[in-house]
């Protein structure tokens, strides 16, 4: 599977979460479990950081961010359990 280009280099949490979709094949996922997978130890560091690049991706087109199942708003940093998916 290959993904689009990006318009500017991507860093490893944006690659994290692209790879991360793979992985799931459609099946969502949470932020948090990203930055649990690549840095199992102080991954509480990184989930804002996760959150912002979810949300880069998400009004690049690249990924689904939903809440309650319901799109989110593509403004700021939504509050609360958000999943991502990437439709195949």
Do not use: D
């Not at 994290?16 to 948090?32: N, Q, S, T």
């Not at 998400?58 to 990437?86: A, C, D, H």
């Amino acid at each position: 599977m290959s993904y689009p280009a990006f318009s500017e280099n991507p860093n490893v949490l944006a690659v994290a979460i692209l790879e991360m979709c793979r992985l799931k094949r459609g099946h969502p996922f949470y932020p948090e479990e990203v930055v649990r997978w690549i840095y199992p130890e102080s991954w509480r560091y990184f989930v804002e950081e996760v959150l912002e690049e979810m949300m880069k991706l998400y009004r690049l087109g690249k990924i689904e961010v939903t809440q309650n199942q319901i799109p989110v708003p593509f403004i700021g940093i939504p509050r609360g359990e958000v999943s991502i998916t990437f439709e195949f």
